[in-house]
Nanobody, 115 residues
Framework: QVQLVESGGGLVQPGGSLRLSCVAS????????MGWYRQAPGEQRELVAD???????NYGDSVKDRFTISTGNAKNSIYLQMNNLIPEDTAVYYC?????????WGKGTQVTVSS
């Protein structure tokens, strides 16, 4: 069983920054990919960014040049640095991990961008 623990969400003004973190507890197998997705009310869940265990990154078009995904010092941990936030970034952000047989999801953390 894999558990994903997310933290770092909150309320921020437009133009501000937040950093999200996600730690996966994993036993006895390798995660191939970890990343962040988001879902706004009434919208489909969409990719924000992900990173492979080889360090290859992939970003959604709407966050390129503003968000940066990186791996943490702890094994199976990632960060999402979000800069120049805009109201359209408001959503619940979910951490996802890809294992050899399944995908795993965190419970989500709310990010609200508002003045």
């Amino acid at each position: 069983q894999v558990q994903l623990v997310e933290s770092g969400g909150g309320l921020v003004q437009p133009g501000g920054s937040l950093r999200l973190s996600c730690v996966a507890s994993v036993d006895h197998f390798t995660l191939y990919n970890m990343g962040w997705y988001r879902q706004a009310p009434g919208e489909q869940r969409e990719l924000v960014a992900d990173i492979t265990n080889g360090g290859h990154t992939n970003y959604g078009d709407s966050v390129k040049d503003r968000f940066t995904i990186s791996t943490g010092n702890a094994k199976n941990s990632i960060y999402l640095q979000m800069n120049n936030l805009i109201p359209e970034d408001t959503a619940v952000y979910y951490c996802r991990a890809v294992g050899p047989r399944n995908n795993y999801w965190g419970k989500g953390t709310q990010v609200t961008v508002s003045s």
